[in-house]
Nanobody, 123 residues
Framework: VQLQASGGGLVPPGGSLRLTCTVS????????IGWFRQAPGKEREWVSC????????YYANSVKGRFTLSANNARNTVFLQMNSLKPEDTAVYYC?????????????????WGQGTLVTVSS
C-alpha cells in the first residue's frame, strides 16, 4: 500500500492550496482517508477525513468552513482544498489510510501514511 501526498507550497495569508493524496495497492472496501498536520515542536493533529463507503467528510473545528475534502469516483484519490489560509495552518501535512473505519480522528487508527507535504503560510 502506498500513499502519495502532493500540493504543498508557500502561500500568503488568505491564499489557497489544494493537496492531493493518491492511494495505490489497497482494495478493502471500508476505510477512511484522512489528513493530519504537524507543526514544528507540536504533535500531529487531525485535520479532516473522508469515508470510502459514502464520501462523508469530517473536519476539525480549526479548519471547518475553510477546508473541503473530496474524493474521485474511485475513492482512491482525495483532494483537500484549503482556502482562507492562516499562518497557524503552517505545517507538514500527512495523508493516512485507516482500514475498516468509516471515520477516524486518531493517529493510531491509521495504518498507512504518505510522506508529507509542507504548507507554509507567510507574507
Amino acid at each position: 500500500v502506498q500513499l502519495q501526498a502532493s500540493g504543498g507550497g508557500l502561500v500568503p495569508p488568505g491564499g489557497s492550496l489544494r493537496l492531493t493524496c493518491t492511494v495505490s495497492g489497497f482494495t478493502m472496501e471500508d476505510h477512511a482517508i484522512g489528513w493530519f498536520r504537524q507543526a514544528p515542536g507540536k504533535e500531529r493533529e487531525w485535520v479532516s477525513c473522508i469515508a470510502s463507503s459514502d464520501g462523508s467528510a469530517y473536519y476539525a473545528n480549526s479548519v471547518k468552513g475553510r477546508f473541503t475534502l473530496s474524493a474521485n469516483n474511485a475513492r482512491n484519490t482525495v483532494f483537500l482544498q484549503m482556502n482562507s489560509l492562516k499562518p497557524e495552518d503552517t505545517a507538514v501535512y500527512y495523508c493516512g489510510l485507516a482500514p475498516g473505519y468509516h471515520a477516524a480522528i486518531k493517529v493510531h487508527d491509521y495504518q498507512y501514511w504518505g510522506q508529507g507535504t509542507l504548507v507554509t503560510v507567510s507574507s
